[in-house]
């Protein structure tokens, strides 16, 4: 149908102008969502796609939070296992300078000499038990005996806690009495049969660090594989395609030039329908 010619409003060109100013929001619109990285920038373009973004985002600090306590944990977990490593070697020498005394092999110098190291190996442990240390927590000392909390909670698991206890392992809480003596064969034997304790003391000890290891280690399995989930999801809906965004940007701009120029054309109907009616 022919388009009405007419003299006081010029039609066409409001038509024109309104498609041109559209195109114009358009890809002032795709540089936002380009400059940002974003195809949702703000709620007043998808309130519920910004919606989504924000729950997404915290779901993502969450689950980052929750990592951060797992790795703590085990960094804790290794420093224990490391020390206790350590303490179990010299009790493990503690108690073949038993058996040596016990059977008699040591003569009077050596026996001093036994009871001399015994007193060293003695003062190793509790510098190794009081100087294993992450993060301020000393977990083969005792202080965390009635154990420590490591907070793994997520919007999808609020129940996730976890709870270590990392009994001490000091000669004290070790049960490795003071007066310990390789002097005689007597002595010698109960020393023997109080490090034979002591080592399977450690031993539990290791036992169950390596469990709690396992469960923690199961949790930031978890984690990990719940924080590439949430943090995929987030970028396919809030992430902007460059491809695809810069194809819409490159669209509206050729159609806003293309509405100026058609405008500029359709600016000059009214002098022609004047030439007309001269």
């Known amino acids: 149908m022919a388009t009405a010619l007419s003299i006081n409003t ?9 498609s041109s100013h559209a195109g114009r929001r358009s890809a002032e619109a795709d540089s936002v969502s380009l400059s940002s990285g974003l195809r949702i920038e703000s709620a007043r373009g998808n309130v519920v796609g910004q919606a989504v973004r924000r729950e997404l985002k915290a779901h993502v600090r969450e689950l980052a939070h929750a990592q951060s306590e797992a790795n703590t944990g085990v960094c804790l977990m290794q420093t224990a296992e490391d020390a ?5 070697e010299k009790l493990h020498r503690l108690r073949e300078l038993a058996a040596d005394a016990v059977n008699g092999r040591l003569g009077a110098n050596e026996r001093i000499a036994a009871n001399t190291e015994l007193a060293a190996l003695r003062a190793e442990i509790d510098t190794v ?9 000393r977990p083969v000392n005792g202080s965390l005996s009635d154990g420590i909390t490591l907070d793994l909670r997520t919007g999808a698991d609020p129940g996730g806690r976890l709870t270590l206890t990392l009994p001490g392992a000091t000669t004290s809480a070790l049960g490795l009495s ?3 003596n390789l002097g005689s064969a007597e002595g010698a034997q109960d020393a023997l049969e109080e490090f034979k304790t ?3 003391r450690v031993r539990s000890q290791r036992e169950g660090l390596s469990e709690s290891s396992d469960r923690l280690r199961a949790s930031m399995d978890k984690l990990h594989t719940a924080h590439a989930q949430v943090s995929a999801a987030r970028t396919r809906i809030t992430d902007a395609g460059s491809a695809a965004e810069m194809l819409a ?3 509206a701009m050729i159609a806003g030039r293309s509405g100026d120029a058609v405008g500029a054309q359709a600016t000059q109907l009214p002098t022609m329908v004047a030439r007309i009616l001269r």
């Open 129 to 137: 038990a009081e100087g294993a240390e992450f993060n301020g927590e």
């Open 198 to 200: 002591s080592i399977e």
């Open 10 to 18: 010029d039609l066409p060109s409001l038509g024109l102008h309104v």
């Open 178 to 180: 003071s007066d310990a």
């Open 249 to 251: 940007q490159t669209t």
């Open 84 to 88: 206790l490593a350590s303490i179990d």
